[in-house]
């Protein structure tokens, strides 16, 4: 499986960005979840949505960013409202599978400016 990042860039703080995540293959998925990196900072988790629909989100997303899918067009979207300087990371969508195989994309750069 191989999961292509796209629609970061530069914004300023209050601004939107809208992330897609396309998976090559959608067989056997449990979950997708976009995931993100700040310089000298841990990976952490953003949202998640599982094969049967369930969301998650961290509670320092909640009400700004939402995550949806598009089964038709195997994508996995991440609208980013009110972006905050702090939101700026390279961000990650990860897929794992009913196996519990996961697969990561390559990452996109976004950057919220003050």
């Known amino acids: 499986v191989q999961l292509q990042a796209s629609g970061g860039g530069l914004v300023q703080a209050g601004g939107s960005l809208r992330l897609s995540c396309k998976a090559s293959s959608t067989f056997s998925i449990k979950t997708i979840g976009w995931y993100r990196q700040a310089p000298g900072k841990q990976r952490e988790l953003v949202a998640t949505?599982?094969?049967?629909?369930?969301?998650n989100y961290q509670d320092f997303v909640k009400g700004r960013f939402t995550i949806s899918r598009d089964n038709a067009k195997n994508t996995v979207d991440l609208q980013m409202n009110r972006l905050e300087p702090e939101d700026t990371a390279v961000y990650l969508c990860?897929?794992?599978?009913?196996?519990?195989?996961?697969?990561w994309g390559q990452g996109t750069q976004v950057t919220v400016s003050s």
């Open positions: 949505i599982s094969s049967s629909g369930s969301i």
């Open positions: 990860k897929l794992v599978t009913t196996r519990r195989l996961a697969y």
